[in-house]
Each structure stands twice: as C-alpha cells, then as structure tokens.
C-alpha cells in the first residue's frame, strides 16, 4: 500500500500497468499461499529439525508447493483465475486514485521534507492524521468496489482443491457467485478484509508518527520507518486476511468450502474463533524457507 500522494493520470497509469504485470509473474505463489491460507495441505508433512535442534513436523515451502502443483496439473493451473485477480487489482487501483485525487492535499509535507524548523508539533500531527484518512478513505472504496472479484479471484484458485471448472473467467465467474449466493455473495468475508485494510493503515501511521518524532526526523529516516512500519503493521493484521479468505469460501459449492477441507462457518468471528483454538490463523506467514505443522504440535 503506498501513501496516496497526488500523481498525474499518465503516471499512475504507467504504475498500474507494471504492477499488474508483476501480479501476473509471481500469480502462481499469490495461488500456492492462498491455498494455504485456505488450509489445503497436498504433501503429507515429514520430521525434521529446526534451526535450534527441535524436531518438527515440516511442511513444503512456497516454492515446492507451486512446484507440486505444476507437476500435478500443468503450468496452466498454476495460472487459473489469473485474469480475475489482475482485473480485482486494476479496479481497486482505479477507485483508490478517485477517493483520494478528490481531496485536498497537504502543503505541511513539502515543510516537513525540507526539515523547516518552523513545523510545530501541531502541524506534524494533523499533516499525520490527514494522511491517515485520505489513506483510509482510499483504501475503504478501493476494498468495497473490488471486493466481488476478490470472491471471484479466491474462489478461482480454491477450484484448485476439488478439481472443479464452475468459476471460469471475470463475467463468468460473476454469473456464478450471483447464481449461487445471490447479492451477498459479492461480499462474503468484506468485514475482516476492510478491518484489516483500516487496521493496517492506523498501526502503519501511528508507529511512523512515533518514530519521526520521538527518534529522527530526517527525510530519509522517516522513509525507512514507514517502510519497516508497514511490515509490522501487515504482519498484525494477516490472521484477519486469513478470516476473509476462509469466509469467501465457507459453505458455497466448492470442495474447498465444505468438510472435511473447511468447517461452514456461520459468521467470521466463528471463523476466526475455530482457526484461533486450532492455531491456523497465521498460516500462510511464512511460507519462504520452512513451515511447521502448528496442528501437530498441541
């Protein structure tokens, strides 16, 4: 998520475009992880040892899951659902420029990047909390207006599972939630995902401000800080990614949605209730190098 500076069409235009082609090259682990948040484990897990000698349960990593799913089903599979989660991507983009082009900007910053010892610490303050909510604001339409291709996006990959064909395409994939879930299948699991977004972006902001006026003040300090910050603040809010993944899913006709791979939930907290006693709410996490079998642990 960047800050929403003010930036001309043609510009954010050239960045969608490069984004959208960097989602398409790494589409196939954006796939593999969100499998895992789904709870779909392939390869049956083997003992190993952890970095300090601990003998675990391990699981495959990100690139021997994706690996496994080539093997399995062909590079095609590893692609499916592609079209829709670039286009979710391009609509959210397109709504989150609108929200916040519309409203004014700052003229604090360019006194705060210059380093002006005449910013008061009221200034520095409210120039923060503007920002907070331009993000917001941006963040908020971009979630609700994308939010049914993100179903449609998460239920393509979930086919994965069962094998099925029933979400195939952007329209046909439309036609198909509508079919089965009527209007409030648009919006299964928007709660926890839009908490997330709001969350995220309130922890990002207020340990920023913190830092760059408590510890440095330099421009270049203050970009480091909001970098590492928005790690921190990603990393506090997945279990609730993990919730709205699950939710999109739970029930509907897939075999990804229905026992044994899934409980149905009857709402999210249900959800984030039963992955907390099961300790799945962070699966997914990490998924790089090693992954431990956290349900073989209790």
């Not at 709660?191 to 330099?218: D, G, K, M, N």
Request: charged share 20%; glycine share 8%.
């Amino acid at each position: 998520m960047d800050r929403p500076p003010s930036r001309p069409a043609d510009t954010f235009v050239m960045q969608m475009g490069l984004r959208s082609f960097a989602q398409f090259v790494f589409y196939p682990f954006e796939l593999g992880r969100t499998l895992i948040q789904l709870g779909y484990e392939p390869i049956a897990p083997w003992p190993g040892k952890t970095w300090s000698g601990q003998t675990k349960m391990m699981l495959p990593n990100i690139f021997q899951y994706v690996g496994f799913m080539k093997a399995r089903d062909g590079t095609n599979v590893i692609y499916s659902g592609v079209k829709v989660r670039i286009f979710e991507h391009i609509v959210g983009q397109c709504a989150y420029y609108l929200a916040t082009d519309s409203l004014p900007t700052s003229d604090i910053e360019m006194k705060i990047d210059e380093g002006k010892e005449n910013v008061t610490e009221e200034e520095r303050r409210q120039w923060y909390l503007d920002e907070f909510v331009k993000a917001a604001t941006g963040r908020t339409c971009a979630v609700i207006f994308s939010h049914p291709f993100h179903v449609c996006a998460v239920r393509c990959m979930a086919q994965f599972i069962g094998q099925e064909t029933k979400y195939v395409g952007i329209f046909g994939s439309i036609r198909e939630l509508y079919r089965e879930n009527g209007v409030s299948g648009f919006f299964s699991g928007l709660v926890p995902r839009l908490l997330a977004e709001i969350c995220q972006l309130a922890i990002w902001h207020s340990l920023t401000f913190a830092l760059t006026t408590y510890v440095s003040r330099e421009k270049e300090h203050r970009d480091i800080f909001s970098t590492l910050m928005g790690f921190v603040a990603s990393t506090c809010t997945y279990p609730l990614l993990v919730v709205s993944n699950c939710m999109c899913v739970s029930g509907v006709g897939l075999a990804a949605g229905q026992p044994p791979n899934m409980r149905v939930y009857s709402s999210w907290i249900d959800c984030w209730k039963h992955l907390a006693a099961e300790d799945q709410l962070w699966r997914g996490s990490s998924i790089l190098l090693w992954r431990y079998d956290t349900r073989r642990l209790k």
